[in-house]
């Protein structure tokens, strides 16, 4: 077990998908439940990010899980993140999202060692950009960076990204312990249940 806090945000609208995804049955287990996991199985504490008004889901593991909310409804991912660092007690958080059924332990710990060792956020190549998400933070240098964005009227996780200079690991490292690259599949729409070998309910 690290001292990392997990934050996993879970607020999002779910407008290509439809209804709410997060839910959705995947492996017999709604499918925010699968990142869930991962975060548990490596950080001390996860937040989980909902909306103002959504309802607070059943979880397995309720004694390392606390609950906050998005100060308005679907502001976007950069708030998210916001609303977990400002309750997160960790000096580094790791950030996902609810969709990303296959992110596993080890890019987790992969992300984390990286930013425990100094870089202020940590993210993963994917071609010639970066993926915004999994992300590692260190709290004390993203927390005011994310508060100064969103005051500017910024709302892009991607922004946060850049203004902390993100360390970028590159395919060549992070394929060692997920080489086919199976944490970039998440869910956006109906068909990716499917489409992405996710057995469903």
Do not use: Y
């Not at 945000?9 to 925010?32: I, M, N, Q, T």
């Not at 296959?102 to 930013?115: D, K, N, S, V, Y």
């Not at 956006?188 to 249940?193: K, Q, T, Y």
């Amino acid at each position: 077990m690290t001292r990392w806090a997990g934050i996993l945000l879970a607020g999002g609208a779910s407008r290509r998908f439809g209804r709410d995804k997060l839910v959705e049955k995947v492996a017999g287990a709604p499918l925010f439940t699968h990142p869930l996991r991962a975060l548990l199985a490596t950080c001390e504490e996860v937040v989980i990010v909902l909306a103002p008004d959504g309802p607070e889901p059943r979880i397995e593991d309720p004694t390392r899980v606390r609950f906050v909310r998005d100060d308005v409804a679907f502001e976007g991912p950069l708030a998210g993140c916001r609303a977990g660092l400002e309750a997160v007690r960790s000096e580094i958080a790791i950030v996902a999202a609810g969709d990303m059924p296959h992110l596993g332990t080890p890019l987790i710990e992969l992300i984390g060692a990286r930013a425990a060792k100094g870089s202020a956020a940590v993210v993963l190549a994917d071609g010639e950009t970066a993926r915004p998400l999994p992300l590692a933070l260190d709290v004390s240098a993203a927390l005011p960076a994310a508060r100064g964005l969103l005051a500017s009227g910024e709302r892009r996780l991607r922004a946060l990204v850049a203004a902390l200079a993100a360390e970028v690991v590159p395919l060549e490292v992070w394929s060692a312990v997920d080489p086919t690259g199976e944490w970039r599949r998440d869910v956006d729409v109906p068909e990716d249940l499917s489409a992405r070998g996710l057995p469903l309910g």
